[in-house]
């Protein structure tokens, strides 16, 4: 099952005592943030949990696998995401 807003808002609201609307509130708060911080190009670096990375791709030459026809596409922003070591280590704690 996968986390969704809802979840989390609900995970603030116990762990902080919150009513819903104030915990759906920060939450939305802290993604708003989130957002506006990758979409002018700064990473975001979350010390323990990784970093989200915007990178920048070059224009290329691509094909439609339908068509066969050649095509550029435009040079675009890409999101990486790398966790932290913390993070791996505890990923991968539970496969040992």
Request: charged residues 30%; aromatic residues 6%.
């Amino acid at each position: 099952m996968a986390l969704t807003k809802t979840i989390i808002a609900e995970e603030i609201q116990n762990e902080l005592n919150l009513s819903r609307t104030v915990a759906y509130d920060i939450m939305e708060d802290f993604l708003e943030i989130i957002k506006e911080t990758i979409s002018s190009g700064e990473d975001i670096m979350i010390s323990g949990f990784g970093k989200f990375c915007v990178n920048e791709k070059k224009a290329r030459k691509g094909r439609n696998p339908a068509t066969d026809e050649e095509m550029t596409l435009p040079a675009r922003r890409v999101v990486t995401f790398k966790c932290s070591g913390k993070l791996r280590d505890l990923i991968n704690s539970d496969t040992q």
